[in-house]
């Protein structure tokens, strides 16, 4: 199946979780990727490195943008579940992974988890939403705009 027709079925998804999002186990509002009290975010700088802590709970739905640029992420403890742009893969701690430019994934949390992305970062931002800004893409056709 065609990345772009993955990637809006995932938003459909999405824009169903946010419609949902009252209810216990799903976050966001499907605009920003900031923090929630029910999904907190540590932020960390490096020398021209982001680096985004997660925290999840047992039984949490999150989707996550899409994502600009290549990058890796960790999961430090815990044990996931995660749909990658149609292909599910199930994920326990210690672990990592390289994240493709235009992945959108969805994570189901089964048990508590730390999940860390570090971004290149390379001129030292350390403005959230401007490093938001470059680094994701909150739709497909955002993302298509960014990566012509």
């Known amino acids: 199946m065609e990345l772009q027709k993955i990637n809006k079925e995932i938003e459909d998804l999405q824009n169903f979780i946010v419609s949902n999002n009252h209810k216990e186990g799903f ?12 999904v907190p975010i540590k932020h960390s700088f490096a ?3 982001y ?3 997660m925290n999840m709970k047992a039984d ?3 989707v996550g943008a899409i994502h600009n640029h290549q990058h890796v992420w960790f999961l430090l403890t815990g044990h996931v ?13 210690p672990c990592y992974t390289v994240s493709e430019p235009g992945s959108k994934r969805v994570i189901y949390a089964h048990e508590d988890s730390i999940f860390v992305n570090v971004h290149k970062n390379p001129l030292n931002v350390k403005d959230i939403k401007q490093l938001e800004e470059e680094i994701v893409s909150i739709s497909v056709d955002e993302f298509n705009k960014k990566n012509k």
């Open 27 to 38: 976050c966001g509002d499907g605009k920003s990727i900031a923090e929630s009290p029910d």
């Open 47 to 49: 020398d021209q490195i």
């Open 51 to 53: 680096v985004r802590q």
């Open 60 to 62: 949490q739905v999150i």
């Open 81 to 93: 579940s995660i749909n990658n742009n149609g292909e599910v893969i199930d994920y326990v701690a």
